[in-house]
């Protein structure tokens, strides 16, 4: 018997392993793409874990009235925010990674210079988005990088319409600074080098 959709969540949530394991399989690739998004290399596979463990805890919670990847992308948004939160308490009281789509070139023997430019591009854009605001990160990955609607990032994060819009707009505001910011540093050390 092959289970699909709707009828393989309602078989996970009351407890078939079989039917967990393949929405594992189906949806583990948009999990991690989300936390390596928002945390960055280091912490996206113990978010991923995390993801589910909560999904599983939880599944028998979902009752469908809206779409299983919104509830999922909803778990994982606020796994992401909450392994956040818990490195800001922690670096803070010691005082004191994310990796963006970016196209590769197409083909296998792309140019070199292209590939290391693109490459130095995701980097860029990773240091920037440190700089933003987790929620408004959240709210920026799940539009710019995700391709989510607003309406679908309102049901993700629980908020209006217009506080997603919002926080887009203000994510990307900030990234964009952040990215001004670095160009100039490094015009400024080119000057001086």
Not at 114 to 138: K, P, S, W
Request: aromatic share 6%; hydrophobic share 40%; proline share 2%.
């Amino acid at each position: 018997m092959k289970l699909e959709g709707r009828d393989l969540v309602v078989a996970a949530s009351r407890g078939d392993v079989e039917a967990f394991a393949k929405l594992i399989r189906d949806n583990s690739s948009l999990v991690y793409r989300v936390a390596l998004r928002m945390l960055g290399n280091d912490d996206a596979q113990d978010a991923s874990q995390e993801v589910w463990v909560r999904v599983w805890r939880n599944i028998r919670n979902f009752r469908g009235e809206s779409a299983f990847s919104t509830w999922l992308y909803r778990i994982t948004v606020n796994t992401c925010l909450s392994i956040r939160q818990k490195e800001a308490r922690r670096d803070e009281r010691e005082l004191g990674d994310e990796m963006p789509y970016l196209s590769e070139p197409s083909g296998g023997d792309a140019d070199p210079e292209t590939a290391a430019l693109n490459a130095e591009r995701r980097e860029e854009i990773q240091a920037a988005l440190r700089h933003v605001r987790a929620e408004h990160r959240a709210a920026l990955v799940l539009r710019h990088m995700e391709g989510l609607s607003y309406a679908e990032i309102s049901e993700v994060l629980d908020v209006p319409e217009g506080t997603a819009k919002g926080w887009v707009s203000r994510g990307r505001a900030a990234m964009l600074v952040a990215l001004a910011e670095q160009d100039g540093l490094h015009r400024t050390a080119e000057a001086e080098g």
